[in-house]
């Protein structure tokens, strides 16, 4: 009788079945994973923008705060009022228009109060789609990020609604 080499087509099936198996368990929780390092470049990428927007009116007084374009700068960068290399350039474009780590930036600066300047700024950053982030976040100048409400991950629409939300604990 001939030995028989090799694995038998039952045997494969089942292997292939393990890790159909295995992969249907672990998908989803990658997808999770990686929604939540979204969120938290997205909380990083508005401190960033945060940061910059406060070394942008100290070195534009006369300007005010400014819109999140004005923040960046392509390479190599020298600064200027209209693109003053405070903020990675992928940040400040989102990503080419196509966003950055799953989300969508924006700042812009106002005057307020009769003022000749913009003396406030409101900056948001929504999620691409459901897939990408479970969170969407917005600062005004007082530089602290606030949350929309949960499962809201539409972007915050004006400045005095971002002022009235719930500030970001950490």
């Given at each position: 009788?001939?030995?028989?080499?090799?694995?038998?087509?039952?045997?494969?099936?089942?292997?292939?079945?393990?890790?159909?198996?295995?992969?249907?368990?672990?998908?989803?929780?990658?997808?999770?994973?990686?929604?939540?390092?979204?969120?938290?470049?997205?909380?990083?990428?508005?401190?960033?923008?945060?940061?910059?927007?406060?070394?942008?009116?100290?070195?534009?007084?006369?300007?005010?705060?400014?819109?999140?374009?004005?923040?960046?700068?392509?390479?190599?960068?020298?600064?200027?009022?209209?693109?003053?290399?405070?903020?990675?350039?992928?940040?400040?474009?989102?990503?080419?228009?196509?966003?950055?780590?799953?989300?969508?930036?924006?700042?812009?600066?106002?005057?307020?109060?009769?003022?000749?300047?913009?003396?406030?700024?409101?900056?948001?950053?929504?999620?691409?789609?459901?897939?990408?982030?479970?969170?969407?976040?917005?600062?005004?100048?007082?530089t602290v990020l606030r949350l929309q409400p949960t499962g809201n991950i539409t972007q915050v629409?004006?400045?005095?609604?971002?002022?009235?939300?719930?500030?970001?604990?950490?």
């Amino acid at each position: 009788m001939r030995k028989q080499q090799g694995f038998s087509l039952i045997e494969l099936l089942i292997v292939v079945a393990i890790i159909l198996i295995i992969a249907a368990i672990a998908i989803p929780n990658l997808m999770r994973a990686k929604m939540s390092a979204n969120d938290a470049s997205a909380a990083e990428s508005l401190r960033s923008i945060n940061t910059g927007e406060i070394a942008y009116i100290g070195a534009y007084p006369l300007v005010g705060f400014t819109s999140l374009a004005a923040l960046g700068g392509a390479s190599p960068c020298t600064p200027v009022s209209t693109g003053a290399c405070l903020v990675d350039n992928y940040l400040a474009t989102s990503g080419g228009g196509l966003g950055k780590s799953g989300y969508n930036f924006a700042a812009a600066g106002s005057a307020s109060g009769g003022s000749t300047f913009n003396n406030q700024y409101f900056s948001t950053g929504t999620p691409v789609s459901s897939s990408t982030g479970t969170r969407a976040y917005c600062s005004v100048e007082d530089t602290v990020l606030r949350l929309q409400p949960t499962g809201n991950i539409t972007q915050v629409p004006d400045y005095n609604t971002c002022a009235g939300l719930t500030a970001m604990n950490n």
